[in-house]
């Protein structure tokens, strides 16, 4: 029986993956875990205040809930990763190490560790970007995604370790706020035009991006893992692809919907982050070996975004 932990549930992908895990294993056998309290928390599902830099405290978690399953989301994204580049390489490169080395412990568990495209660099191929092709990332979160690819692959060769992984694109939703990333403009600007009719832009108008709603981020995700053992060919990680938009195309899209949204751009130092990551990748390893789809194009999302917002906000 599954039985998962996610470390870093309040988070983004946390929270909208904690609540497709429990829809369908069912809510006792899903842990959330962060590294404070939530509202929630105190909603009579398991939750546990956990610091993912605590291996024993982990440990103790994984043993009290009789985990099978981890889920491990907790990392310090892009933009703020820059701005403190230390602890991020502290916290990415030692929570990962931690789990990977429970799972050494007792291979019966199973981990999920999320990668980017972040791993990719000034020199790697902009449009289609390969599987396998040069990585050069120049800020700490991309680095530590792939020295963290590489950890995963050593264990899975050398201690057995039944570790997956994706790059995820930028990932948008709306059930939280952003959460630090290069590319959280396209999170943000609905939140701004909804309730301010205004958004103002930290990148181009013209730059493209690789991106991903977040129910399909959330399918990709528990597909891979449920995907039999002898499918899963690359223990680095996958390449992960949905669909590739600018800011100005977004906004577009968005007015078609709301006339008064307005937009203007003022480029900051995320902008030379985005400069250095892909335009569009290539995912056909992982629609060949586990037999990935995405569903949603960008006008579907965008429909979807602001229908559930408008409700979430209370806007009539």
């Given at each position: 029986m599954t039985k998962c932990l996610v470390i870093g549930a309040s988070g983004q992908l946390g929270t909208n993956l904690t609540g497709s895990l429990r829809a369908k294993y069912g809510k006792n056998q899903v842990v959330a875990s962060?590294?404070?309290?939530t509202k929630e928390s105190s909603q009579n599902e398991p939750f546990e205040v956990l610091d993912a830099m605590d291996f024993e405290a982990i440990k103790k978690v994984v043993e009290k809930h009789q985990i099978n399953v981890i889920y491990h989301l907790a990392a310090i994204l892009s933009a703020k990763g820059e701005q403190n580049p230390e602890m991020a390489w502290n916290l990415n490169m030692t929570s990962l190490l931690h789990v990977l080395n429970l799972a050494k412990?007792?291979?019966?568990i199973q981990i999920f560790w999320p990668?980017?495209?972040a791993v990719f660099g000034p020199s790697t191929p902009k449009d289609n970007t390969p599987q396998d092709c040069v990585m050069d990332p120049n800020t700490v979160y991309g680095i530590s995604k792939l020295a963290g690819e590489r950890w995963c692959e050593y264990y899975h060769k050398k201690h057995g370790v039944d570790v997956r992984s994706v790059r995820y694109p930028g990932l948008i939703g709306y059930k939280t706020l952003p959460g630090g990333g290069t590319t959280d403009y396209a999170v943000d600007i609905f939140y701004k035009i909804l309730q301010e009719e205004s958004y103002e832009c930290f990148l181009k108008e013209n730059c493209y991006l690789p991106m991903m709603y977040m129910d399909d981020a959330v399918k990709a995700?528990?597909?891979i893992m449920e995907a039999p053992?002898?499918?899963i060919n690359i223990r680095s990680s996958y390449n992960l692809s949905a669909i590739?938009?600018?800011?100005?195309e977004l906004y577009n899209e968005i007015k078609n919907q709301i006339s008064e949204a307005k937009i203007s751009y003022n480029p900051d130092f995320r902008q030379a982050i985005a400069d250095s990551w892909p335009n569009s990748i290539n995912d056909a390893e992982a629609r060949k070996d586990w037999g990935w789809e995405h569903s949603f194009d960008l006008s579907k999302m965008v429909q979807e975004i602001i229908k559930g917002l408008k409700e979430q906000l209370v806007i009539h």
């Open positions: 962060d590294i404070r309290p412990e007792n291979t019966k990668s980017s495209i995700t528990i597909d053992v002898d499918a590739s938009f600018s800011p100005k």
